[in-house]
């Protein structure tokens, strides 16, 4: 008898073991399932479309491009300090320092360009702006303070020079630039760069500019890019990158979704149900 139920033990041991092997192996198989989904969406945005110059290019055509200056605009807030021989007369031009914090700091207000293209400059009254550049600027306050200050120059900055880059990128938003200089490269790389369903040859480019938005498309596989006046972005430019076919609908996200969720289900229902049977 005794070894009538030992015999017994041992098959029915055997069965539990051959139904935990049945169990992982279809656990397995689920999860083979799980990674294939996984990496046909993954592999969808293909090695072409990851690459950032497509063709070759000779780097000596590209060493003398550099930035255009930049063009005052309406809402722009530019900081102008007026210094000469004399301190106590360049004062009289100068903002008064307005206190930032509790430190002591302080910090000047800056002119804000309205909608006229005007600023109200200290000392002098009513500038006209709009559409100088700063070499511009500074030939305009010399004509209006050389009767007034002996060897005047100037400190001319933009307080509120932005970008702005949004779509496909892992970090969308406002890149403040304070050095005033930045390429639409540079602004992907400081969003976080593309995501992997980014489509680098269908780039939007959105400018104002005296009262006129200009909307261009930027290849930015192409090396030709550099060649480009929108490689230099201005003040306020909106860069969208636009999402290749590849990228999966909501609707078609959710159902992948779905899946894993039914996968997880059956793989705990399979091992609960060869655990207790």
Do not use: W
Request: proline share 3%; charged share 20%; aromatic share 8%.
């Amino acid at each position: 008898m005794k070894s009538f139920n030992a015999s017994l033990y041992k098959v029915n041991l055997f069965n539990i073991i051959m139904l935990h092997i049945k169990a992982l192996t279809v656990l397995r198989v689920i999860a083979g399932l799980a990674i294939i989904i996984c990496l046909m969406q993954l592999t969808a945005c293909n090695h072409r479309q990851t690459t950032y110059f497509q063709s070759s290019f000779d780097t000596s055509k590209y060493s003398n491009l550099g930035p255009r200056e930049i063009i005052i605009q309406k809402n722009d807030i530019l900081s102008i300090v007026v210094y000469s021989d004399n301190a106590e007369a360049s004062a009289v031009f100068n903002q008064p320092m307005a206190p930032v914090g509790s430190a002591g700091a302080s910090n000047a207000t800056g002119y804000l360009v309205n909608d006229q293209g005007d600023i109200q400059f200290q000392g002098l009254g009513k500038l006209h702006v709009e559409g100088l550049t700063k070499v511009q600027l500074v030939t305009l306050l010399n004509d209006r303070l050389k009767d007034k200050l002996s060897n005047p120059y100037y400190t001319i900055r933009f307080l509120n020079y932005r970008v702005l880059v949004q779509g496909e990128v892992n970090k969308s938003g406002e890149i403040l630039v304070p050095n005033e200089r930045i390429t639409v490269l540079e602004a992907i790389a400081l969003a976080g760069d593309y995501t992997i369903y980014a489509n680098r040859s269908d780039a939007l480019l959105i400018r104002e500019l005296n009262g006129k938005r200009d909307v261009v498309r930027l290849n930015l596989r192409d090396p030709d890019i550099f060649y480009s006046p929108y490689y230099y972005l201005k003040q306020n430019d909106l860069v969208i990158i636009q999402p290749t076919k590849h990228k999966p609908s909501a609707l078609r996200q959710e159902n992948i979704q779905n899946i894993s969720v039914a996968a997880s289900l059956v793989s705990m229902a399979i091992l609960i149900y060869s655990l207790f049977k």
